[in-house]
DNA sequence: ATGGGGGCCTGCCGGC
DNA sequence: TGCCGGCAGGCCCCCA
């Protein structure tokens, strides 16, 4: 589930029920998830109040009230249910308990917040917030794709010594954080690059067309995230469950969409990843 | 320094 | 129906 879009859905469907709200009392069902969770992360995370909600790459951040900030990654697998109805709108009840919630922050105004993940590769971490960048996590991502450095220039400069296929090259968050497998495959064919091509091969007209199709593709996803969370239907109140139409992930052997081209959508591995490219139009 | 591959986990799906 | 291999949206670590 969870690329940069996904991260940035659940960010802004817990603002409500977090952002300002105090924490009454987290438990902590389980050591660790990837690595070993932070001495006593049970009781730093209660009786503290959430003072904003933030996003680096693919963590979310919660900066607390005692001056540490919880850094929370998703991995492959990782959810995060919202359930009690302390501002009228969370409509669901409490889902019935599964193995695989791992961390349950209770808030004091009633709702019930839930991190389950089946494969444990997500991670929590805390470290004094004025620190946060500092942290072993954060401290080498590069920049945001949506934000203001990460321009044609930028991305003319990395990839020129790059020998490696442009799809490596843009699933590494040194270089631009916060993609992964499906945005990386989506935009690579609005950019009309094949993810085979060798990084530093790509013509300076097309890195400067892929820096605003990377954006678009980014933030069309983080739209439809938020439209679908609106109305917030789901039984369980999971976040980031909301069905993307993907032009060319997970589509092999449909027609490439775009407009005369006869192509079909093709799936090889890279470095052990699927990518999905159009032949014709992807070179 | 860079690039590639293995490994971490569980769940699901398709084929036999 | 059951079993098995393959696959999954991430990322660290080790090796060449």
Known sequence: MPELPEVETVRIGLLPAMEGQVIARTEVNRPDLRWPFPENMGERLSKVRVQALRRRSKYILADLSSGETLIVHLGMSGRILISGNPLGQFHHDHPAPDRHDHVVFNMENGSRITFNDPRRFGAM?????????????????????LGNSF?????????KTRKTPIKSALLDQKLVAGLGNIYVCEALWRAGIRPTRRA?????????????????????????????????????????????TFAVYDREGA???????????????????SSFFCALCQR
Request: aromatic share 4%; proline share 5%; net charge positive.
């Open 151 to 159: 321009d044609e220039r930028y991305l003319a400069d990395a990839l």
């Open 125 to 145: 971490d805390l470290a004094p917030t004025d620190q946060i960048n500092a942290h072993k996590m954060l401290k080498t991502l590069g920049p945001e794709p």
């Open 255 to 273: 027609a490439c969409q775009t407009p005369e081209c006869t192509g079909k959508i093709r799936r090889i591995v890279q470095s052990g990843r």
């Open 200 to 244: 530093d091969r790509i013509s300076k007209g097309r890195v400067a067309g892929l820096v605003p199709h990377i954006r678009e593709v980014l933030r069309d996803a983080i739209a439809a995230g938020g439209s679908s969370l609106r109305d917030y239907r789901q039984a369980d109140g999971e976040l980031g469950y909301f069905q993307h």
